[in-house]
């Protein structure tokens, strides 16, 4: 879950709490832990608290091989034969490989984490360009009463043709592997990285919501790239954008997030408060949005408002000659 909102009022209320979590940020990435996750302010915990969903079990273990962290080729070819240790030839269509877990510890370890939040440095919360484009993008967060499917969402997208960025939390994924390659093979539709446990990207060991983030680059390395590995089996490609669980990160984590070859991506408008707005209020938010926006929801909490309100929304979105378009980031 990202964030949502608790005993909210009005949309116009949970619109200006949102902008006061989300601007501001610590300046001190490693903090106590049991501080403000950044906010500095009563506005997260009335805004953006986690609904159902905590982290996983550390997934290394009981993953396909397939699918755990990637080996560190300095690590482990020395006592191997040449020809073991000469990497694959990459496919044509495939990015240049990305830096190895080894080479992430290396690079990052020690590295003070400076800010920490929603919007810190290295985060896209806005399109780049002009234009009257805005951006949808939904989470699905998984784990406990996170694996739902939003059919209704979905098949509104479809039926007006709405492009729309879904990110997908590697949970989510196991227990939906038919609307996943469903989502991956549709050509509206984009797919983001929202990480393997669903935890915040944190070097240090700071959480978001009671929820414990990362400590150290390794594990920000496992919280990306086993996901990374799922999702390039899932559609063939790497996938360019990650947003962390809960959406909080710290400096160094972003920065190891772009050196992995992906972008960061927060928001700047919260659309349906983690899932937890009725439809009134998710229309609202959404309809409120101005060229440029990036907007936060759920495809994974079906029986919520969301659906109904962006369908509402949407019709609102083309009065006012926005285009719901792809993540463009830089
Ligand atoms: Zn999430």
Redesign the pocket.
Known sequence: ??PHGRNLRSAKIGRRLFTLASVAVALSGCGPANRSEGTGSTAASTVAA?VT?APAKPPTATLPAALRPLPDPQAAGSSLPPETRRPPRPAPSRLPAAPTRGRIVADFTGKAPGTWGLHVPGTAANLTGGGRTIALTF????GPG?NGVDQELIDTLQRTGTRATF?L?FRWIQANPGVAKSLAENPLFEIGN??TK?IPLSVCGRSAYGIQGTASAAEVYDEVMVNQAALHRLTGKPARYF?????YLDEVSAAIVRELGLIPVSFSINGDG?ATYPAPVVFGEVAAAKPGDIIIA?A?QPGGGTAAGVAQALTALQAAGLRPGRLNLK
């Open positions: 879950m990202e986690p969903d989470d699905c967060c998984g996170g990110f939390n929202h990480g669903h947003r962390p669980g809960t959406a983690g759920h994974n």
